[in-house]
Nanobody, 124 residues
Framework: QVHLEESGGGLVQAGGSLRLSCIAS????????MGWFRQAPGKEREFVSA????????YYADSVKGRFTISRDNARNTLYLQMNSLEPEDTAVYFC?????????????????WGQGTQVTVSS
Protein backbone atom coordinates (compact mmCIF):
# COMPACT_ATOMS: atom_id res chain seq x y z
CA GLN A 1 0.00 0.00 0.00
CA VAL A 2 1.22 3.49 -0.85
CA HIS A 3 -0.20 6.62 0.75
CA LEU A 4 0.07 9.75 -1.36
CA GLU A 5 -0.49 13.27 -0.11
CA GLU A 6 -0.60 16.32 -2.34
CA SER A 7 0.06 19.90 -1.33
CA GLY A 8 0.74 23.26 -2.90
CA GLY A 9 -2.61 24.07 -4.45
CA GLY A 10 -4.28 27.43 -4.05
CA LEU A 11 -5.71 30.48 -5.74
CA VAL A 12 -3.57 32.29 -8.31
CA GLN A 13 -4.16 34.87 -11.01
CA ALA A 14 -3.86 33.97 -14.66
CA GLY A 15 -0.23 34.02 -15.71
CA GLY A 16 0.94 33.03 -12.27
CA SER A 17 2.71 29.93 -11.02
CA LEU A 18 2.22 27.18 -8.49
CA ARG A 19 4.29 24.19 -7.47
CA LEU A 20 2.49 21.06 -6.43
CA SER A 21 4.13 18.40 -4.31
CA CYS A 22 3.15 14.81 -3.64
CA ILE A 23 4.87 12.87 -0.89
CA ALA A 24 4.69 9.10 -0.83
CA SER A 25 4.74 6.93 2.24
CA UNK A 26 6.79 4.07 0.85
CA UNK A 27 10.56 3.86 0.72
CA UNK A 28 10.12 1.96 -2.55
CA UNK A 29 8.88 5.17 -4.17
CA UNK A 30 11.59 4.81 -6.80
CA UNK A 31 9.93 1.59 -8.03
CA UNK A 32 6.85 3.46 -9.17
CA UNK A 33 6.09 5.48 -12.24
CA MET A 34 4.14 8.56 -11.17
CA GLY A 35 1.55 10.78 -12.75
CA TRP A 36 -0.50 13.91 -12.27
CA PHE A 37 -4.14 14.05 -13.27
CA ARG A 38 -6.76 16.74 -12.82
CA GLN A 39 -10.51 16.92 -12.62
CA ALA A 40 -12.56 20.04 -13.23
CA PRO A 41 -16.19 20.31 -12.06
CA GLY A 42 -18.48 18.29 -14.30
CA LYS A 43 -15.60 16.78 -16.25
CA GLU A 44 -13.76 13.49 -16.24
CA ARG A 45 -10.38 13.12 -14.63
CA GLU A 46 -7.75 13.78 -17.28
CA PHE A 47 -4.08 13.10 -17.71
CA VAL A 48 -1.70 15.99 -17.12
CA SER A 49 1.79 14.58 -16.88
CA ALA A 50 3.76 11.44 -16.04
CA UNK A 51 7.30 10.50 -15.17
CA UNK A 52 9.17 7.22 -15.23
CA UNK A 53 10.61 5.66 -12.10
CA UNK A 54 14.05 7.12 -12.70
CA UNK A 55 12.81 10.52 -13.79
CA UNK A 56 14.53 10.04 -17.10
CA UNK A 57 11.36 10.13 -19.15
CA UNK A 58 8.57 12.68 -18.85
CA TYR A 59 5.27 13.06 -20.68
CA TYR A 60 2.74 15.85 -20.92
CA ALA A 61 -0.75 16.48 -22.17
CA ASP A 62 -0.74 18.85 -25.12
CA SER A 63 -2.70 21.40 -23.10
CA VAL A 64 0.12 21.85 -20.57
CA LYS A 65 3.20 21.19 -22.68
CA GLY A 66 5.69 24.00 -22.37
CA ARG A 67 4.02 25.39 -19.24
CA PHE A 68 4.18 22.53 -16.71
CA THR A 69 7.23 20.55 -15.59
CA ILE A 70 7.08 17.24 -13.74
CA SER A 71 9.99 16.05 -11.64
CA ARG A 72 10.72 13.71 -8.77
CA ASP A 73 13.18 13.36 -5.93
CA ASN A 74 13.42 9.68 -5.09
CA ALA A 75 15.58 10.37 -2.06
CA ARG A 76 12.72 12.43 -0.60
CA ASN A 77 9.89 10.21 -1.89
CA THR A 78 8.42 13.30 -3.50
CA LEU A 79 6.86 14.13 -6.84
CA TYR A 80 6.52 17.70 -8.10
CA LEU A 81 4.57 19.59 -10.70
CA GLN A 82 5.78 23.09 -11.51
CA MET A 83 2.96 25.00 -13.18
CA ASN A 84 3.75 28.26 -14.97
CA SER A 85 1.67 30.60 -17.12
CA LEU A 86 -1.47 29.29 -15.49
CA GLU A 87 -4.77 29.78 -17.27
CA PRO A 88 -8.35 29.74 -15.94
CA GLU A 89 -8.79 26.47 -17.87
CA ASP A 90 -6.23 24.88 -15.52
CA THR A 91 -8.66 25.22 -12.61
CA ALA A 92 -9.26 21.74 -11.21
CA VAL A 93 -8.48 19.36 -8.41
CA TYR A 94 -5.04 17.91 -9.08
CA PHE A 95 -4.26 14.32 -8.11
CA CYS A 96 -1.00 12.48 -7.98
CA UNK A 97 -0.98 8.77 -8.73
CA UNK A 98 1.47 5.90 -8.48
CA UNK A 99 1.80 2.99 -10.84
CA UNK A 100 3.39 -0.28 -9.77
CA UNK A 101 5.58 -0.32 -12.83
CA UNK A 102 8.64 1.59 -13.91
CA UNK A 103 6.95 2.66 -17.14
CA UNK A 104 4.60 5.62 -17.49
CA UNK A 105 1.00 5.64 -18.63
CA UNK A 106 -1.47 8.32 -19.63
CA UNK A 107 -4.40 6.04 -18.73
CA UNK A 108 -5.82 6.72 -15.29
CA UNK A 109 -6.87 3.08 -15.06
CA UNK A 110 -3.23 2.04 -15.14
CA UNK A 111 -2.48 3.69 -11.79
CA UNK A 112 -2.78 1.77 -8.56
CA UNK A 113 -2.70 4.43 -5.87
CA TRP A 114 -4.13 7.94 -5.69
CA GLY A 115 -3.89 10.92 -3.41
CA GLN A 116 -6.86 12.91 -2.18
CA GLY A 117 -6.16 15.85 -4.46
CA THR A 118 -5.34 19.52 -4.07
CA GLN A 119 -7.45 22.35 -5.45
CA VAL A 120 -5.95 24.74 -7.98
CA THR A 121 -8.00 27.78 -8.89
CA VAL A 122 -6.85 30.26 -11.53
CA SER A 123 -8.69 33.55 -11.70
CA SER A 124 -8.93 35.60 -14.87
Amino acid sequence: QVHLEESGGGLVQAGGSLRLSCIASRRTFSNYAMGWFRQAPGKEREFVSAISWSGGNTYYADSVKGRFTISRDNARNTLYLQMNSLEPEDTAVYFCAARVSPGHSTDRGAYDYWGQGTQVTVSS
